[in-house]
């Protein structure tokens, strides 16, 4: 168990470029989220994964996010057009089941400048 | 409108004393609910959780507290050691809502002083 990891660590770029996060959660874990945390606040929920399906999507994922878990195994969050206030760490978890704990990576700081 | 609340942004224990932080909720549907550890240019790391069948669960140091009627959680942390100095968020998940996301606090800062 290597533990969720997400790349890059850090991203910096000009408004109105596009990136993309990556994300492998543990392996054998079917269950993949997405979270944005802003400074003091918690993390938010933005798009849940069950293998390869996105069955959820929060309102903070707006038209310019775009996420994907192909075959079900890592994922990628896409952000296009950039906006300063995209800036925030991006977390991503995954969980073995329903009802267990989610278990986050250390995340992708995004700064748009 | 927050669904849950640590309305102590801070709190700071003298080593080997108890730490209690609290957490309110306000969405009656939340039935799991959980304390993540947070160190900086860190994600959030699990630390214990409590389904709303049961009011009370142990891990070693750590005990959660559910109090359903009143809507509140406690966290208490005995003996406190230095390296528990973290950040901590309480979050909280409706079972029926099928994705179990999780709904987070704004987290309190502990700074356990030797």
């Known amino acids: 168990d290597t533990g969720v990891s997400q790349n890059p660590r850090h991203k910096i770029t000009k408004r109105g470029q596009n990136v993309t996060f990556r994300c492998d959660p543990i392996s054998e874990h079917n269950r993949l989220y997405w979270y944005r945390q802003t400074l003091g606040q918690g993390p938010e929920f933005l798009t849940y994964f069950q293998n390869e399906a996105q069955l959820e999507k929060s309102r903070l994922l707006s038209d310019r996010f775009s996420a994907e878990r192909p075959k079900g195994s890592f994922s990628t969050l896409e952000i296009q057009r950039t906006e300063q206030g995209d800036s925030a760490m991006y977390l991503c978890?995954?969980?073995?089941?329903?009802?267990?704990?989610?278990?986050f990576g250390n995340g992708t700081r995004l700064t748009v400048t | 409108d927050q669904q849950v609340k640590q309305n102590s942004p801070s709190l700071s224990v003298q080593e080997g004393r108890i730490s209690i932080l609290n957490c309110d909720y306000t969405?009656?549907?939340?039935?799991?609910f959980l304390w993540y550890k947070k160190y900086p240019a860190e994600g959030p790391t699990f630390l214990i959780s409590?389904?709303?069948?049961?009011d009370k669960n142990e891990d070693g140091r750590f005990t959660v507290f559910l109090n359903k009627s009143a809507k509140h959680l406690s966290l208490h942390i005995v003996p406190s050691q230095p390296g528990d100095s973290a950040v901590y968020f309480c979050?909280?998940?409706?079972?029926?809502?099928?994705?179990?996301?999780?709904?987070f606090g704004k987290g309190t800062k502990l700074s356990v002083i030797p």
């Open positions: 409590i389904s709303s069948i049961k």
């Open positions: 978890a995954s969980s073995l089941q329903a009802g267990t704990p989610l278990h």
């Open positions: 979050a909280a998940s409706n079972s029926g809502a099928g994705s179990y996301q999780l709904t």
């Open positions: 969405n009656s549907m939340f039935d799991y």
